[in-house]
T-cell receptor, first 113, second 113 residues
Framework: NAGVTQTPKFQVLKTGQSMTLQCAQD?????MYWYRQDPGMGLRLIYY???????DKGEVPNGYNVSRLNKREFSLRLESAAPSQTSVYFC????????????FGSGTQLSVL | GQQLNQSPQSMFIQEGEDVSMNCTSS?????WLWYKQDPGEGPVLLIA?????ELTSNGRLTAQFGITRKDSFLNISASIPSDVGIYFC?????????????FGTGTRLTIIP
């Protein structure tokens, strides 16, 4: 039972580099989300996709772009990484915008030097 | 934006002790959720509360939805080593899962051998 799978697990970037975080879920969920977790800040929503073909900004979207590639996959792209984007990133999914039943991946620890 | 304040920020207890933590807000919320994050993993839903005054148990965990709808409490009885992790409260104003979750800043639980 894979659930929500994120890759990579760890990544180190230099300022200005770009990268894409991948996320896939095998639960046939309609909605997918990207969060970042910073010490003392809890989890903050970056972008979400309520259904295939739609994406919307969350609380902290600046510096990020997303793509809902199909129902299973939702990627997060950093076009020009900044040290302020050093964080742990979590992908999550839910059945029908049911925020309370979020299933999270195991996270990507990103460091931007 | 909305903010949920969790206390304490961290706890150091001995195995077998009971644990209490809470989550407060200056705004009214109509759904309260408690998640646990194991080290190196994503959060997992423990308990969901939908009604003011509601008291719900899940094994050794008991959570309550405050009467004022501005707070919630989580208790863990007879703690065991696998209780180690970060506990997050999360809330939304609706009961229908159509609204973004607001997460608290977390309570980190450590068990002293």
């Amino acid at each position: 039972n894979a659930g929500v799978t994120q890759t990579p697990k760890f990544q180190v970037l230099k300022t200005g580099q770009s990268m894409t975080l991948q996320c896939a879920q095998d639960m046939n969920h309609n909605s997918m989300y990207w969060y970042r977790q910073d010490p003392g800040m809890g989890l903050r929503l970056i972008y979400y996709s309520a259904s295939e073909g739609t994406t919307d900004k969350g609380e902290v979207p600046n510096g990020y772009n997303v793509s809902r590639l199909n129902k299973r996959e939702f990627s997060l792209r950093l076009e020009s990484a900044a040290p302020s984007q050093t964080s742990v990133y979590f992908c999550a999914s839910s059945q029908q915008g049911g925020y309370e039943k979020l299933f999270f991946g195991s996270g990507t620890q990103l460091s931007v030097l | 934006g909305q903010q949920l304040n969790q206390s304490p920020q961290s706890m150091f207890i001995q195995e077998g002790e009971d644990v209490s933590m809470n989550c407060t807000s200056s705004s009214i919320f109509n759904t309260w959720l408690w998640y646990k994050q194991d080290p190196g993993e994503g959060p997992v839903l423990l308990i969901a509360l939908y009604k003011a005054g509601e008291l719900t148990s899940n094994g050794r965990l008991t959570a309550q939805f405050g009467i004022t709808r501005k707070d919630s409490f989580l208790n863990i009885s007879a703690s065991i080593p696998s209780d180690v992790g970060i506990y997050f409260c999360a809330s939304q104003r609706s009961n229908f899962g159509n609204e973004k979750l607001t997460f608290g800043t977390g309570t980190r639980l450590t068990i002293i051998p």
